[in-house]
Each structure stands twice: as structure tokens, then as C-alpha cells.
């Protein structure tokens, strides 16, 4: 199985604090409907023939849930009270495995921006530069941001 099968079915979510977004969906949730790593390009609908092209360093995904409760242990006294509680629910929702549960979750993370980046990292982070050293040399010359 390659990695295109992998993310397709994804949910993410367009970074909020994105600067430049030509269908201005910053904060919003989609699906990734197909995708070209070795481009960096992610192709994304947010239902209703909305579609759109982004990089993969514009669109969030969650982090694991055991590194969601890892992060709140850690930090602790760095994070408010309703933000841990956020963060714990989040976890308890990713850990369900349910598309209803993701959305719920990420819909947690929009509202409490935050815990955002305790939650979830961008997609070429989470990736990890499986996508090759061309795309990271690419990254290195070029923010892509959406598109």
C-alpha cells in the first residue's frame, strides 16, 4: 500500500493562521480526496464540490492520541484547566476510531485554538519527509501554503 492510499480519507484541518489561502477555508475541516506527496500537493473537498489544493505543510492532522496525553502530562502546569480537558476529550475521541469522533475532536481543537498545535502538527510533519529530501529541499526554497 502506498502512501497516497494512505492519506486519502484523511480529515485536516486548513491551518487557521494560514496568510495566504486563495478559497479562504483557513480554519475550516476537510478531506483529503487524493494526493501527491512527491509534489506536495493534497487535493482536499469540503463537501458541496468544494475543492481545493493545498501544500502539506497547510493542513493539519491530529497527533496520536498517546502523544496527546503525553503532552498533557508533560506540561501540565503550562496548560489552563479547560484546555487540558479539551485535550483529554480530544484523546478519548481519537481513541474510538470513529469519523464522527474525529470530527467532533477537531471541532474541540477549532474552539479552543490553544491547544491546537498540542493536538494536532501539519501534515508534512506528520509525514515526516517519507515524501523524499526533493519536497524538503523545496520547502527549504518555497513555503507552500496554500495554493
Given at each position: 500500500m502506498n502512501q497516497t492510499d494512505d492519506?486519502?480519507?484523511?480529515?485536516?484541518?486548513?491551518?487557521?493562521?494560514?496568510?495566504?489561502?486563495?478559497?479562504?477555508?483557513?480554519?475550516?475541516?476537510?478531506?483529503?480526496?487524493?494526493?501527491?506527496?512527491e509534489k506536495d500537493d493534497i487535493y482536499v473537498t469540503?463537501?458541496?464540490n468544494e475543492r481545493a489544493l493545498y501544500g502539506s505543510d497547510a493542513l493539519l492532522v491530529f497527533k496520536k492520541p498517546n502523544d496527546i496525553y503525553k503532552e498533557m502530562m508533560t506540561n501540565t502546569k503550562d496548560i489552563a484547566i479547560p484546555d487540558l480537558k479539551a485535550l483529554y476529550r480530544i484523546g478519548n475521541l481519537l481513541e474510538n476510531g470513529t469519523s464522527k469522533g474525529a470530527r467532533e475532536a477537531m471541532q474541540l481543537a477549532v474552539e479552543n485554538?490553544?491547544?491546537?498545535?498540542?493536538?494536532?502538527?501539519?501534515?508534512?510533519?506528520?509525514?515526516?519527509?517519507?515524501?523524499?529530501n526533493a519536497?524538503?529541499?523545496e520547502q527549504t526554497n518555497a513555503k507552500s501554503y496554500g495554493r
Amino acid at each position: 500500500m502506498n502512501q497516497t492510499d494512505d492519506l486519502t480519507g484523511t480529515l485536516v484541518l486548513v491551518h487557521p493562521e494560514l496568510p495566504e489561502d486563495p478559497v479562504n477555508k483557513q480554519g475550516q475541516m476537510a478531506m483529503i480526496i487524493f494526493a501527491e506527496p512527491e509534489k506536495d500537493d493534497i487535493y482536499v473537498t469540503f463537501g458541496k464540490n468544494e475543492r481545493a489544493l493545498y501544500g502539506s505543510d497547510a493542513l493539519l492532522v491530529f497527533k496520536k492520541p498517546n502523544d496527546i496525553y503525553k503532552e498533557m502530562m508533560t506540561n501540565t502546569k503550562d496548560i489552563a484547566i479547560p484546555d487540558l480537558k479539551a485535550l483529554y476529550r480530544i484523546g478519548n475521541l481519537l481513541e474510538n476510531g470513529t469519523s464522527k469522533g474525529a470530527r467532533e475532536a477537531m471541532q474541540l481543537a477549532v474552539e479552543n485554538p490553544g491547544i491546537l498545535n498540542k493536538a494536532m502538527e501539519t501534515l508534512q510533519s506528520k509525514l515526516g519527509l517519507d515524501i523524499g529530501n526533493a519536497v524538503e529541499q523545496e520547502q527549504t526554497n518555497a513555503k507552500s501554503y496554500g495554493r
